[in-house]
């Protein structure tokens, strides 16, 4: 029972602050927003997207991921 209000509770309190737009924690991101979409035109340029991640440092499939929710 404490579990289960204990989660009630962290539920609560993640709805709210995504409700008043706050950070959630997680992760520092590395790699900018502005980094991923120069990264994207380089792509629409003609070069390997494998090659544009490599330079960021990331995996070509990190950079798919983070790519597909700047678009989105």
């Known amino acids: 029972m404490e579990h ?3 989660r009630e509770r962290v539920t609560d309190s993640i709805a709210k602050r ?3 737009g706050l950070d959630l924690g997680g992760r520092p991101r590395r ?4 980094q991923i979409r120069n990264a994207l035109r380089l792509i629409d340029s003609g070069e390997p997207a494998a090659q ?3 330079d960021l ?3 070509r499939a990190a950079f798919y ?3 597909r929710t700047l678009t989105e």
């Open 4 to 6: 289960a209000i204990k």
């Open 57 to 59: 440092g990331m995996s």
């Open 52 to 54: 544009v991640a490599r």
């Open 31 to 34: 790699i900018t927003d502005s």
């Open 18 to 20: 995504r409700a008043a």
């Open 65 to 67: 991921r983070r790519a």
